[in-house]
């Protein structure tokens, strides 16, 4: 397992920023010559803690201006049920986000981004509702976003 030392640190703190800097860029940021850096970078790549790189898009100039939070009841709680349940909704391109939760009603919560009411509507009915094991819906909306983090704390 490779041990995170301070240098590593400052380098996934700097990509969490800007996964797009250049090597030399960051190796400037960090106080690395670019080879060192590019190395430390493909060891953490290796070692599992740099995932991927994505680009984060705003979603108000894509036209995307509703996010609703949903839970989830299931019917059965079984190995196969929820394996079912998982791989329907990781197909769908509306859910961000989906986790299976305890010390609620619900069984999984999920987030959800949509053009307007109808396309939610859609979904709800075209598509997560259809799904076998699902015995209850219940839809929050967002109203106003105060905090959207991707960066973790290092």
């Given at each position: 397992?490779?041990?995170?030392?301070?240098?590593?640190?400052?380098?996934?703190?700097?990509?969490q920023?800007?996964?797009?800097?250049?090597?030399?860029?960051?190796?400037?940021?960090?106080?690395?010559?670019?080879?060192?850096?590019?190395?430390?970078?493909?060891?953490?790549?290796?070692?599992?803690?740099?995932?991927?790189?994505?680009?984060?898009?705003?979603?108000?100039?894509?036209?995307?201006?509703?996010?609703?939070?949903?839970?989830?009841?299931?019917?059965?709680?079984?190995?196969?049920?929820?394996e079912?349940?998982?791989?329907?909704?990781?197909?769908?391109?509306?859910?961000?986000?989906?986790?299976?939760?305890t010390?609620?009603?619900?069984?999984?919560?999920?987030?959800?981004?949509?053009?307007?009411?109808?396309?939610?509507?859609?979904?709800?009915?075209?598509?997560?509702?259809?799904?076998?094991?699902?015995?209850?819906?219940?839809?929050?909306?967002?109203?106003?976003?105060?905090?959207?983090?991707?960066?973790?704390?290092?």
């Amino acid at each position: 397992m490779h041990e995170l030392d301070r240098t590593d640190r400052r380098i996934l703190t700097q990509l969490q920023i800007d996964g797009a800097i250049s090597n030399l860029d960051l190796a400037e940021k960090i106080g690395l010559s670019p080879s060192p850096c590019s190395r430390r970078v493909k060891t953490l790549q290796d070692a599992g803690f740099i995932l991927s790189t994505v680009a984060i898009l705003d979603a108000k100039k894509l036209a995307l201006d509703m996010v609703a939070m949903i839970s989830i009841s299931m019917d059965r709680h079984t190995p196969e049920r929820f394996e079912a349940f998982e791989a329907a909704v990781s197909s769908y391109q509306e859910v961000m986000e989906c986790y299976l939760i305890t010390g609620q009603s619900a069984d999984y919560v999920l987030k959800v981004v949509v053009k307007d009411m109808s396309a939610f509507q859609q979904f709800l009915l075209g598509k997560l509702t259809r799904i076998e094991g699902v015995t209850g819906v219940h839809s929050s909306f967002v109203m106003r976003k105060v905090l959207d983090r991707t960066a973790l704390p290092i």
